[in-house]
């Protein structure tokens, strides 16, 4: 994946596909369209691999890699019935965080690149989603607890019983790590705010306020 370029997934098509747009130039074109759903773009931290979720010919959206340079594709989950969406690399490169409902909620998921081998990390709370694996190896993601939302920071390796609540309740959405290591943005109410992950509480300040709404915030890193 060269400088200066995104990946994005439109509709232009009619049905979700893959887009690259280079950022400087403004030139864009279709990167990968397999039919059916083709979402979730997320390039690996080496720049060679993106994970996306396809699902033809899975009939479900299941995840797998590409090779940017090659082309080739390999499939990592393999869950009938099952929808699978928003992955995430872990910093190391070697596993990727994504959301399942294979046990009939939307939980946290890790699997290995390599391998192929997965585990649950979240359990707690009725829907957990918009997971962004940080720098510094924690997972921040939303979990919906008692009818709200929350912004969570956990350690992927002891899974939710290491979870924090660094906001307070509310409708919150689509944290992603700050390259410091500490903050989040996250959108709530369509509004963008900083987030002290090293904070309880997270004391949330609004970044800016224009007309409209904002959603969906990625930081550069």
Not at 39 to 52: E, H, K, L, Q
Not at 121 to 140: E, F, K, L, M
Not at 207 to 217: H, N, S
Request: with cysteine.
């Amino acid at each position: 994946m060269g400088p200066g370029k995104i990946l994005y997934t439109g509709y232009v098509n009619g049905a979700p596909q893959i887009f690259e747009i280079n950022a400087d130039t403004g030139a864009r074109k279709m990167k990968w369209g397999f039919g059916g759903l083709t979402t979730g773009a997320s390039v690996s931290p080496d720049g060679s691999t993106a994970a996306i979720i396809l699902s033809k010919p899975f009939r479900n959206p299941e995840l797998c890699t590409i090779n940017l340079a090659a082309g080739t594709w390999k499939r990592l989950t393999v869950s009938p019935n099952v929808n699978e969406g928003q992955p995430a690399w872990g910093p190391d490169g070697r596993e990727i965080v994504y959301v399942s409902d294979e046990t009939r909620r939307l939980n946290l998921f890790v699997v290995n690149a390599a391998t192929k081998s997965k585990r649950r990390v979240t359990s707690t709370g009725s829907q957990n989603v918009d997971p962004d694996w940080g720098p510094d190896g924690r997972i921040a993601y939303t979990t919906k607890r008692g009818g709200d939302s929350y912004i969570a920071v956990m350690n992927p390796a002891e899974g939710d019983r290491s979870a924090r609540l660094v906001t307070a309740p509310g409708r919150w959405e689509h944290p992603s790590w700050a390259p410091d290591r500490r903050h989040v943005v996250a959108e709530c109410d369509g509004a963008l705010y900083l987030i002290d992950t090293d904070e309880d509480a997270g004391n949330p300040v609004r970044l800016f306020t224009i007309p409209g709404r904002c959603i969906t915030p990625t930081w550069n890193r």
